[in-house]
């Protein structure tokens, strides 16, 4: 089964830009369709951002234009470049895998253990 281990989180100012990494262990990561949840203080956990085994992404409305979700097979990670950052994206970040054509929480197979992003102001 795969693990995944995220990274590249931090402390920044409003406008600077992260990548954050989620590396996979195990086998048959190009299968499991790969997406980004965040969760802050309070909150639910939401969706950020998704991309499945064909490439296809899909973005939360409010980091549309802001976010670029990737992926690279062959060195079993996938990607979140956050640019233009706000003081409302600080939240802890999570990786997350599924075999399923639907990417949501209640759907994930396998969670990373996050990654804290603050943004501040």
């Known amino acids: 089964q795969v693990q995944l281990v995220e990274s590249g989180g931090g402390l920044v100012q409003a406008g600077a830009s992260l990548r954050l990494s989620c590396s996979a262990s195990g086998r048959s990561f190009s299968r499991y369709n790969m997406g980004w949840f965040r969760q802050a203080p309070g909150k639910e956990r939401e969706f950020v951002a998704a991309?499945?085994?064909?490439?296809?992404?899909f973005y939360k409305d409010p980091v549309k234009g802001r976010f670029t979700i990737s992926r690279d097979n062959a060195k079993n990670t996938v990607y979140l470049q956050m640019n233009n950052l706000k003081p409302e994206d600080t939240s802890v970040y999570y990786c997350?895998?599924?075999?399923?054509?639907?990417?949501?929480?209640?759907?994930?197979?396998?969670w990373g253990q996050g990654t804290q992003v603050t943004v501040s102001s």
């Open positions: 991309i499945r085994g064909s490439d296809t992404t």
């Open positions: 997350a895998a599924t075999t399923k054509p639907f990417i949501a929480s209640p759907t994930i197979d396998i």
